[in-house]
């Protein structure tokens, strides 16, 4: 049986608190600790929401449409901090190892969103492995637009930059916001039928969660 995604969570988050300085490992806890009280913003995209069109591009600078996402059949979204963040990598992997195989017996399409800029999500496509659709959503408007995008704390991008990450070199057009790690599925018609929103940064959605959910889609 493989390991759920939380299970690899927890031993990511076991690994950096003993290897990130202790200040830092804090900064983060408090955030996390902080976005969990506050939970899902009330205006988030919800079942039976039809999701607004959009136009992305891909990791090769490509125009991609929600139309085309969806042309063939429902489509799995998966909005991601970026590149950058192990547990985003951890999902994505395992998204690709797990979760993709499995899709053609629901004709469904898999597709990760980021506000990373085209070449960084490339990068991450690259460093992950993985074989579907990656999208660059900048200054995070999509995400805004469905009540999923919040702006990260000074605090936190400090702490960031103490690491060597920068957040207005990593995203697109210098933004500052970042996604909630969340996993839709779409119908055909855009039409929510699953949502999965994650307050806490180091939690994700399992595989076995999106595979149930679109078992319970409606016979096209």
Known sequence: MSVTIGAQ???LKAAAATQLPADVAAVFRRRAEEMVQRGIPDDVIKVGDRLPPFTLS???????TLDEITADGPAVIVFYRG??????????????QELLPQLAGFGARL???????????LTTAMKAAVEYTVLSDPGCRVARDIGLAFEETEEVMAAQRLLGLDLTKANAEAATALPMPTVLIVDTDH???????QPDYTARTEVADILAALGALPPR
């Open 83 to 96: 590149g950058w963040c192990p547990y985003c990598n951890l999902a994505l992997r395992t998204y690709q």
């Open 111 to 121: 597709v990760a969103i980021s506000p990373q800029g085209p070449e960084e999500s």
């Open 58 to 64: 891909d990791a090769f600078d490509r125009p991609v």
């Open 191 to 197: 039409v929510v039928r699953f949502v999965d929103v």
């Open 9 to 11: 969570s927890a031993q």
